[in-house]
């Protein structure tokens, strides 16, 4: 779907009179990207949220993206098609690549499947600032939460190419920080990350 040459015509990329070093003096932070990448149910959205909170409250510019609610607006014409699946990572990193030049924590919560996507991802960013969090909890504990009952209805039949059922989740080869959320809680796996971000030098 995706291509490395604009469709448009006619068209110029304008530089900005602002550095990323300038932004990031300013807010006192350096912009990065927190990609959280796992299974349904694996806990990425309840970590993504609650790491937001605790770094404002550290006093940190972050902002969360969501994969479902990206689907709800910027990405509501994709499906789950694996042409589908790497049009909406392509579309959620260069997202993230504005928010991290504009200097914020931008955090990402995104089951993302294949390796190859989530590599492009960091390839829009900086070297350094680009974090893939590996939330590594079970498939048995995804399922056995079931948050919004998918794995049930993947197990039926009702719902096809469910990620860890009949689709392919490829985990990260060398994440920076991975996590398990099945014997950890949610503020436990945020102190984590933050210590993690520290020994990175981004916090």
């Known amino acids: 779907m995706s291509t490395s040459?604009?469709?448009?015509?006619?068209?110029?990329?304008?530089?900005?009179?602002?550095?990323?070093?300038?932004?990031?003096?300013?807010?006192?932070?350096?912009?990065?990207?927190?990609?959280?990448?796992?299974?349904?149910?694996?806990?990425?959205?309840?970590?993504?949220?609650?790491?937001?909170?605790?770094?404002?409250?550290?006093?940190?510019?972050?902002?969360?993206?969501?994969?479902?609610?990206?689907?709800?607006?910027?990405?509501?014409?994709?499906?789950?098609?694996?042409?589908?699946?790497?049009?909406?990572?392509?579309?959620?990193?260069?997202?993230?690549?504005?928010?991290?030049?504009?200097?914020?924590?931008?955090?990402?919560a995104f089951i993302s499947p294949y390796r190859v996507d989530r590599d492009a991802a960091r390839e829009m960013v900086p070297d350094g600032r680009f974090v893939e969090v590996h939330v590594a909890t079970d498939l048995a504990t995804c399922e056995a939460r079931d948050p919004k009952g998918l794995y049930g209805k993947a197990r039926a039949g009702e719902i096809k190419g469910f990620t860890g059922i009949d689709a392919p989740y490829e985990a990260p080869a060398a994440a920076e920080i991975t996590l398990s959320t099945a014997d950890r809680s949610v503020d436990a796996s945020c102190d984590a990350l933050i210590e993690g971000l520290q020994g990175l030098g981004l916090l």
């Not at 932070?29 to 959280?36: F, I």
């Not at 940190?60 to 994969?67: E, I, K, S």
């Not at 709800?72 to 042409?83: A, H, T, V």
């Open 5 to 108: 040459t604009p469709k448009s015509t006619n068209i110029t990329w304008h530089g900005a009179n602002v550095t990323r070093d300038e932004r990031e003096e300013v807010l006192g932070q350096k912009g990065c990207v927190v990609w959280l990448t796992g299974l349904s149910g694996s806990g990425k959205s309840t970590i993504a949220r609650r790491l937001e909170q605790k770094l404002l409250e550290m006093g940190r510019t972050a902002y969360v993206l969501d994969g479902d609610n990206l689907r709800f607006k910027l990405n509501k014409d994709l499906g789950f098609s694996p042409e589908d699946r790497t049009e909406n990572i392509r579309r959620v990193g260069r997202v993230a690549e504005l928010f991290c030049d504009a200097g914020v924590i931008c955090i990402t």
